[in-house]
């Protein structure tokens, strides 16, 4: 793990990594809040179906999002292994409920290869460049796509 | 705009604030020289900051106005109804020119410069009026004002008892600087000189011969000794503009002469009107509600007590509240996990616990105190509204304000000003009728619009009444057909009626003035009210006018909740809807038309909507026996019955807004946390009730929750 302190150049970022059924994805350090244990959440009427529900991160209200659902790999069944990463790219903040995380990652710029050419739509809207680090290749999510679209809340 | 700026004009909102009341003794006739001189210091005080600030047309009529106070001060001019109304318009007038001054900046218009005649000429009357007044004893009717009723209960009375005919000698020396301000010892002198007994020497000694005598010395020093019942802080605010502009000592002189002498006198022979003073318990009684107003607002008044206020950042307060709130959740949990296992009652933790449940409570009071505020500075802005309106529309009305001392949260203020300001404009423009039809109606000429706030259980209520003609229905209904709001056919009871009012794009009046029909219709006023999780409901009788009563949560951030279970999600039901729970066992709940299901009570029949397949939890599902119904009812009148798994208690739940991180959700007002930490969304029992052909709400919600209940 780099040290906190390590002065990045601007080719240079951190990357939290982590899995979900099996593939292993990132997003970019600077939108993480802090990473928390699953604790069960409340259900939220006419939501989206990757809306897992509400969970509370010290008395401020936020939902989670099931990354897997989100990424259309089917719902996700959240046991005490799973691990929500509390996001905030801009004023929202949310949490996305993931399997596990598994590194924070420097990694440089040119490194990352463009998405390839594949069927599923939410991959290429949501997935911005692929990493590969050592055998493994790490999708790199662009959170701001994630986020919940104010058009899937409230109309379903 | 710059911090000093910013402050100038906060300070302006209080001052302003200062004039408002003290107009309003004014014209109550419960003004006394205190009064007088806090407006006087309240527009001196704004010429100066706007001198600071260059803000030339508004030192250029607060100049005209303190003139006119100034002299009223001194006691040379007397109140007279007219003199009133000046008041009150320069009052508004200085008013609109700090906003504009906020805004930007003030100019000058006609009735500026109009005011600042009529100011002038106020003043210009008072020397002729003073030729005579020498002459003339002066009758008490010329200064109808003057009698001053004092309020038993006040701090000056108790001050006066304590002190009663006390004796001072006051060392008074101007330097040049006083003069050259333009500030006048006789002025000092003669407001000394309503206090009591009044004897002047001046030294002269430094004073040079007529020769090379120059006008701008202050060669002159006064020694005044005073036999007064004034406590000693008066006698000092006389001299309070001179402060850094003289040699000023002021001391108590032992005299035992001066033991008890009870009623203060006044030298006859003084060209000065006589302040008569009586303690007349007749208009004390009789103007129940506007002494202990006064006596609230007495601390406020004296000088003193401003230095006790401490001016926040309300982001500050806002953070403070947050923590509070989170505070109390968690001692909640800690509180829930350490009851379950066998902890005695009397151990040492549990009394911790029950010692720190006592203090979150009081310091969550504590803080929320922090926020609320008085509703006078909002009803303030309403009377001038009220004469805004009357000088538009040509009828004369007056508003009559009660419980101004109730404390509100500050947003629900703010908040607030915008709906009231229509529904005053509403009250004047459409429910008063013309001074002649009035008088035709048999009704007084003034019209009165009466304004209230009162804590009703919980809960602020703010009534605004007025005694015109109230609701044409015939009218309204005819303009809610017209507009196709309803269909011709459509019976609707006297409430649905009203409730028309509501509809959006509903206006009645024949011609659109410019004031009402703004743009903004009743329907924004409710939608508005309703933000703030408040209601309104209207109550009219033709010919004795209109009520409309708005009620509001205490603060925003507390909503008392029945928590409730719904396919195994929890869910808080607001209480302020909540008419009744029922249990479905005991209930008689019939099958209508192929799925419905309606409750039958005494009343009536009331659709039975099941709360989780309401919200998409599950399925439709039958009633089950083992379910609860709650009763609830909107404004409208409207009621349904929602089927619930399991009731639990009713308690405090702290509101979370669910827009910052996610978005409104139909059918959800907000979400909290309960004990456990879990999540609970609260229920929005308004969005709850289907809504009939009749009254359709035309917003997003609406329609969403329209295809809703039809799915």
Known sequence: MPEAAQKLSADKREIVSFTIHDQAFCIDIGHVLEIRGWTPTTALPHAPDYVNGLMNLRGTVLPVLDMSQRLGLGKAEPSARHVIIIVRPDDMTVGFL??????????????????????????????????????????????????PAQSDIGTQ | MNDLLEGFFEECEELLEVLGDGLDAMAAGTADDSTINAVFRAVHSIKGGAGAFGMDVLVEFSHAFENVLDEMRAGKLALTPALTALLYQAGDHLNSLVEASAAGGATTSDSHHDLIRDLKAACQSLSEAQDTALEDDPTPEDFGFMPLTIDL????????????GTHYEIRFAPHAALY?????????????????????????????????????????????????????????????????????DIFEIDDVSAAAEPEMTADQSTPVPK????VAPGPLSTSEPMASATTQRAPGKSRKSGRDTLRVELDRVDRLVNIVGELVISEAMLRQSMSDPEMSSNSSAANAMAQLKQLSGELQESVMAIRAQPVRGLFQRMSRIIRETTRETGKEARLVTEGDATEVDKTVTERLVDPLTHMIRNAVDHGLETPDAREAAGKPRIGTVSLSAAHRSGRIQIQLRDDGAGINRAKVRETAVRKGLISASEDLSETETDNLLFMPGFSTNDSVSNLSGRGVGMDVVRSEIQALGGRVSIASKAG??????????????????????????????????????????????????????????????????????????RASVDVQVDQSLLLIEADSGRRVALAVDQV?????????????????????????ILGDGRIALIVDTDQMIPQGPAVTEQSDAGARHGDLTNA
């Open chain 2, 275 to 278: 302040v008569t003073k009586q």
């Open chain 2, 180 to 248: 050259e301000l333009g500030l006048e010892p006789v002025l000092m002198l003669r407001a000394l000189h309503d206090m009591g007994e009044v004897d002047v020497e001046a030294t002269c000694d430094r004073v040079e011969p007529l020769k090379s005598f120059s006008s701008g010395e202050a060669d002159i020093l006064w020694r005044i000794r005073i036999k007064t019942e004034v406590p000693r802080p008066e006698l000092e605010q006389v001299f309070e503009f001179t402060r850094d502009l003289c040699d000023l």
């Open chain 2, 648 to 672: 639990f208690d009713q308690r405090e739940v702290v509101i979370k807004g669910l827009e910052q991180n996610y978005q409104q959700i139909p059918g959800i007002a907000a979400a909290t």
């Open chain 2, 544 to 617: 004795e006018g209109t009520t409309f009563t708005i009620s509001l949560p205490l603060t925003l951030a507390v909503l008392e909740g029945m928590i409730v279970s719904v396919a195994g999600e929890r869910l808080v039901v607001p209480t302020t809807s909540l008419r009744e729970t029922v249990r479905v066992s005991e209930a008689s709940v019939h099958l209508f038309g192929q799925s419905e299901r309606v409750l039958a009570m005494r009343d009536g029949l009331i659709p039975i909507v099941d709360l989780g397949e309401r919200l998409g939890f």
């Open chain 1, 98 to 147: 993931v399997e596990a995380v598994s590194d924070i990652l420097t990694v440089s710029n040119d490194e990352m290869t463009p998405t390839p050419d594949v069927n599923s739509a939410e991959t290429k809207s949501f997935v911005e460049g692929i990493f590969t680090h050592g055998d493994q290749l790490i999708r790199a999510l662009d959170v701001r796509s994630i986020m």
């Open chain 2, 153 to 164: 209960d006040g701090p000056d009375e108790a001050a006066v008892e304590d002190s009663p």
